[in-house]
């Protein structure tokens, strides 16, 4: 039998919505956006040792009307609340949120404070909680495989 | 040095001066001449019935480090941007934040917070259940609002 790799893989047959449901998932191009310590452990997760771009987001984008997935990593102040809502105002439609680290999901350590908004949810809607203080790098990888799980229609399990 | 103020030694090993805050600007003036060219840090301590403030002087020559402290009731401590240009952003946080007024300051606003702030959120007597959000004008200046309005 001929075993002979062609690239050639013969017909599928989809919905268009399916396919771009699937190019969607696969290309999340997140915000270079990071408020706090969450924020080293997202670019750990985007370096060669956890490397994000084997599931396809690996590309950073410096400016948020190219990006489609922000990543709130680090404690939202109250003073950056306003610029973090009109950064995701910046962005184009589909886009999504993952809310990274206790601080950004209802105030972490400093929920006593005056300064922190409790809970990045206060100002813009968020897909996925990811918790850990911080997240380690797997664990915000997770996060990002349901998020496209979750853009996919598939079940979070 | 001895004769000025009270002298202790903290944990450290860093002399500290207690010094009443009329002698303030002559015993820092003093100081600079001996060659504390460094001022470290300025920071405050509510105390409840009055307000310390502690500056951290250094002298990198001579590699030595003193603490000075002063007391005052009214929330009013004379500056030292004459003698340190750095105090001026420090005596502004210690504003901000504290609320301690330098008097002969050149430009006494708020550091961190907007202007319309109310309150001098590290004092004991802030009221955390009056709770303040920062929106953003069309100018990109921030004002504090009790309403959290439409941008939360």
Not at chain 2, 102 to 114: D, I, S, T, V, Y
Request: aromatic share 10%; glycine share 8%; hydrophobic share 35%.
């Amino acid at each position: 039998m001929d075993k002979v790799k062609d690239g050639d893989f013969g017909i599928i047959t989809t919905t268009l919505e399916n396919a771009m449901e699937w190019g969607r998932s696969n290309s999340l191009w997140p915000l270079t956006f990071g408020l706090a310590c969450c924020a080293i452990e997202m670019m750990a997760m985007q370096g060669a040792n956890y490397d994000v771009a084997r599931f396809g987001s690996e590309i950073f984008r410096n400016s948020p009307r190219q990006s489609d997935l922000m990543i709130v990593a680090g404690t939202v102040t109250k003073k950056m609340a306003p610029r973090v809502k009109r950064l995701y105002d910046e962005m184009p439609f589909p886009k999504y949120v993952i809310a990274m680290g206790v601080c950004v999901i209802q105030g972490g350590p400093y929920v006593k404070g005056y300064s922190v908004v409790l809970g990045v949810d206060k100002v813009i809607p968020v897909d996925v909680y990811v918790p850990g203080c911080p997240p380690t790098p797997e664990a915000l990888i997770f996060g990002i495989t349901t998020l496209q799980k979750r853009i996919r229609g598939e079940s979070d399990r | 040095m001895a004769d000025e103020g009270q002298q202790q030694v903290d944990k450290a090993g860093r002399q500290i001066f207690k010094v009443p805050k009329e002698k303030l600007l002559e015993f820092m003036r003093a100081r600079k001449d001996e060659g504390f060219n460094h001022l470290s840090l300025i920071t405050g301590v509510d105390r409840k019935d009055h307000i310390e403030v502690v500056y951290h002087l250094h002298s990198v020559e001579q590699d030595r480090y003193i603490v000075v402290k002063t007391t005052t009731n009214n929330c009013t401590v004379p500056s030292v941007t004459s003698l340190w240009r750095s105090a001026n952003w420090d005596e502004r946080e210690q504003w901000d934040l504290m609320g301690i007024k330098f008097e002969g300051h050149p430009n006494l606003k708020r550091m961190f917070l907007p202007e319309s702030w109310v309150g001098h959120p590290l004092r004991k007597d802030y009221d955390l259940g009056n709770v303040q959000y920062i929106n953003m004008d069309e100018d990109g200046e921030d004002y504090s609002t009790f309403d959290p309005g439409d941008g939360w």
